[in-house]
């Protein structure tokens, strides 16, 4: 049985006050002992303080984006080494943001993946087709495309979690139906089955992400392919990160 794995993307939201009392407020109100795992992502200057916050607690630090080399003139960028000091566990990849304003895809999300992995984090790694896509029949084909780009035998999913985030869901409060969720999520578990075997699928984390609230939480979260939620809007309030996690509890129970 695949556990439940709700992470908030906060993206470039907040200010460090802000962000310390929403750590605090989910930590409060996480359920002691809940059979789930959550982390929270925010921006870079936060993690060290976080950190010490976080320290002792369930909820797992994650950075938004890393690069893949360790060190060096890299003007800007923030390394996997880097953040594992910060003391991340994890780091999402490829995010559709990412994909969409920086440019990122293929050689480079490998690269990136694979030095975050070599470095001891985990990986929420991001996929997902855009309106015009679905439209035009391409959901499979770019779920596919986007699994190749750094799914294969060079690279474990021992410790990644894929995200499917169909972009036309993301903070457009256009969630996709679970049916229009869980039928993305058996193809993309069927094509980690043929890039790797059926037992590496059936481990594989696939979360979902896009407009997630507390209120649609539970309904996503009980289809059989969906094990948890990737959440941006919603996590910037503890009482709806809070909601979501609830709605996974309910979901797994
Ligand atoms: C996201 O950006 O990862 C996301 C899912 O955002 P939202 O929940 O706001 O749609």
Known sequence: MRKKYVAGNWKMNLNLAEAKALVEGIKKGLPAGANIDVAVCPPFY???????????????????NCYFEPKGAFTGEVSAPMLKDAGCRTVIIGHSERRQYFGEAGDLLKKKVMAALANGLEVIYCIGE????REAGKTESVISRHLREVCGPDVSLDKVTIA?????????????????AQE????CRAEIAK??????????????GGSVKPDNAKELMSQPDVDGALVGGASLKAADFLGIIQGALAAQA
């Open 195 to 208: 890039l790797y075997n059926p037992t590496v699928a059936a481990n594989v984390r696939i979360q979902y």
């Open 164 to 180: 499917y985030e169909p972009v036309w869901a993301i903070g457009t409060g256009k969630t996709a139906t679970p049916a229009q």
């Open 130 to 133: 855009t309106l015009e896509e």
């Open 46 to 64: 936060m993690l060290v303080p976080l950190a010490e916050i976080l320290s002792g607690s369930p909820i797992a630090l994650g950075a938004q």
């Open 184 to 187: 993305v999520h058996a193809y």
